[in-house]
């Protein structure tokens, strides 16, 4: 056989093995990124609670291998990364098990329910000596990305106001609305995204307060929870971000950044800009996310994953692990996120702005706000 031959294979690198935790619709959106878009990475194995969904998940997606026990995927389906998409309140269990295994972790936001789940989870993953990776897809998203390069350009000048809002009619799963799973509402579900974004744009600028106002408006049977909510953030550079979020919202998803400078202004949106227009008197299969039906006039979204960013940012992870290199969203940023989520939960119970730096001796965010205002 050739010597080029023998070198060339040699040089090259068999894939990253992933192992996916969850087996619910961000699971569905990873798999596929990483089918699609990823070469250099194979799931290996997904885990969920329930048997036959695990089993069902990994024949859809021809992933040699199912768990229904969390300690057993970790341990032996020799995977390289853990990739939780769990809900909410069994992030921290995961991470401090896949750190203590030696595995990279890339983790769906929220990074955690509480700060202290988070400082511990950040902790195990410096001393295991493994990366921790925050999913925030919308660094990653191509449209915004194209708002962030024009701005570093000086295409308005200096940033003043930074606006995102992420709205639809409610989640996909039932945990969603039950606090002890999800931690909170749609702040917590969503907010985190606009706040994540606000750091990425400002090159983690810091907060110095949080003013917010939520309610619950349309999901009063199903959640304690907020369901719509306005957070106002200033940064200590002076620019003013304003997050809003919805649950209550109808038509489909609606995903959107503003961005003002004092020589411009650039909007962008990931879904009404990245669909065809479309009337069907029969309806049809599927026109985007959250969309409750395809009678009439629609919105038909394309690549929906591609455009919100998703197989960009799994691809800069594995990538991270493949090369060693620094993750450009971390744990320390999913956690600086909670933290504005934390304190925007107690301005809403108080009635005022809450500075930065903000330590609570509370067990959830949202205890703040359900404590305050029962009556919400």
């Given at each position: ?264 202004v650039v909007y962008a949106d990931l879904f009404m800009g990245n669909a065809a227009i479309a009337y069907s008197k029969n309806g049809y299969g599927y026109a985007m996310e959250k969309a409750d039906t395809t009678v009439g006039w629609t919105f038909t979204i394309f690549e929906e994953a591609f455009n919100q960013g998703y197989p960009q940012e799994l691809k800069h992870f594995i990538d991270c692990v493949e090369n060693d290199k620094e993750p450009l969203v971390s744990g320390e940023d999913g956690r600086a996120v909670l933290e504005i989520i934390y304190a925007a939960y107690a301005s809403a119970a108080q009635g005022k702005k809450i500075a930065l730096p903000f ?18």
């Open positions: 056989m050739p010597l080029f031959y023998l070198l060339t294979q040699s040089l090259i690198m068999p894939p990253i093995k992933i192992a996916i935790l969850g087996a619910g619709f961000i699971s569905e959106i990873h798999c596929e990124s990483y089918h699609r878009f990823v070469p250099n990475a194979e799931v290996v194995a997904v885990y969920t609670r329930n048997a036959e969904k695990a089993q069902s998940f990994a024949q859809k997606h021809n992933i040699a291998q199912w768990f229904d026990d969390l300690d057993a995927i970790i341990k032996l389906s020799g995977a390289d990364v853990i990739d939780i998409c769990l809900p909410n309140f069994l992030h921290a269990e995961a991470t401090l098990k896949a750190a203590a295994a030696g595995k990279h972790i890339i983790i769906e936001k929220p990074l955690a329910v509480t700060l202290e789940e988070a400082d511990a989870m950040i902790s195990a993953c410096n001393k295991a000596g493994v990366k921790l990776m925050y999913a925030e897809e919308l660094c990653f998203a191509p449209k915004y990305e194209r708002v962030r390069q024009m701005v570093n350009e000086g295409a308005i000048g200096d940033i003043y106001m930074l606006k995102q809002s992420e709205k639809h009619s409610g989640p996909h799963s039932d945990w969603f609305y039950d606090i002890n799973l999800s931690g909170g509402g749609v702040l917590m579900d969503m907010g985190c995204h606009g706040i994540a974004w606000f750091r990425w744009m400002l090159k983690n600028a810091k907060a110095k307060t949080v003013y917010a106002t939520m309610s619950t408006v349309y999901h009063k049977q199903r959640t304690k929870a907020e369901d719509n909510s306005v957070v106002i953030i200033e940064f200590e550079n002076g620019v003013t971000g304003v997050v809003e979020n919805s649950w209550a919202k109808h038509g489909g998803m609606d995903d959107r950044s503003e961005v003002y400078g004092t020589g411009g330590s609570p001796n509370v067990k959830k965010p949202i205890d703040l706000w359900l404590e305050a205002a029962p009556a919400q």
